[in-house]
Each structure stands twice: as C-alpha cells, then as structure tokens.
Nanobody, 114 residues
Framework: QVQLVESGGGLVQPGGSLRLSCVASRSILSINPMGWYRQALGKERELVATITSGGTTTYADSAEGRFTISRDNAKNTVYLQMNSLKPEDAAVYYC????????WGQGTQVTVSS
C-alpha cells in the first residue's frame, strides 16, 4: 500500500505563489500518472494537473501557464508550483496516483485572499 501526504498549503495574497508537495511512503515509479485535484467549497472536485513517470504533463485550462507539476522519483515526491494565484484557486488540493489501486492524500488547504 502507498500513503500520500500533502503539504505546503496556506494563506497567500492574490498574485502570490505556493509550492505544494506530495510525499509517498514508497517508490512512485509504479504509480503512473500522478496528479493534483482540487475541491473548492460547494463545488465538485476537479483535476488540476497530471504527470507521467516520463515527465509528460497535462493541465486544466485554469492552471495552464500559472501552475507547474513536477515529480522527483528518487524522493518519492510530486510537486505543484502555483504562481499568480487568484481567489478562485482557493480550495483543498489533493494528491492522487493511479497504480495497483487509486491513491489519495488527505488534502492541503490553499486560501487566496487579500
């Protein structure tokens, strides 16, 4: 089994940046792809970005150009760099992976407010 633990959330002003981390309890080489979802209050969970073991990425239209997903297989870690944050980016961000089973983290809160 694999546990995913997110960190890096917090409160930032509009236009600010945050870097989220997702650390897995074991190798993520067999978890492909991995990604980030987010869920804002009162809304459905939406896919933000994915990344394959080879580094191929996808982004939601709302994230393209502002967010960057990356992974460090040696550190069993996936990152989400978020720049130019907007109030509408506020949500709980969840790390996920597709492997033998579907894996989910517990989420980390991102608040964007002046």
């Amino acid at each position: 089994q694999v546990q995913l633990v997110e960190s890096g959330g917090g409160l930032v002003q509009p236009g600010g940046s945050l870097r989220l981390s997702c650390v897995a309890s074991r190798s993520i080489l067999s978890i492909n792809p991995m990604g980030w979802y987010r869920q804002a209050l009162g809304k459905e969970r939406e896919l933000v970005a994915t990344i394959t073991s080879g580094g191929t990425t996808t982004y939601a239209d709302s994230a393209e150009g502002r967010f960057t997903i990356s992974r460090d297989n040696a550190k069993n870690t996936v990152y989400l760099q978020m720049n130019s944050l907007k109030p509408e980016d506020a949500a709980v961000y969840y790390c996920t992976g597709w492997g033998t089973r579907r894996y989910w983290g517990q989420g980390t809160q991102v608040t964007v407010s002046s």
